[in-house]
């Protein structure tokens, strides 16, 4: 994984609360319904994780990207000690 991509997904990861942090991993993981638009929609809101989504030269870079950004997230989670939810994440959990 690039050196640049993990620590600016760190970085955004201590920016965000424990509970978004906890919903976003839970919802790239599972990737149930609409879980993935809607984890897309709230990092791109984030100009650095923006920047690196769209940095992307095709969808299997982009789809990879995603995988990543997901690894280091579930990292976090772990240091942080958060539980992933075993399942689709609830509707208006966000």
Known sequence: M???????VREFAISISDGELEMLASRLTHGMSDD???ALNFMSK???IDHLLSAAKSSEEFYNICDSINETLQ???KKKGLVLTK???PRGAA
């Open 36 to 38: 993935t638009s809607m």
């Open 87 to 89: 399942g689709p994440v």
């Open 46 to 48: 984030h100009k650095n």
């Open 2 to 8: 690039n050196r640049d991509l993990k620590s600016t």
């Open 75 to 77: 990292q976090e989670c």
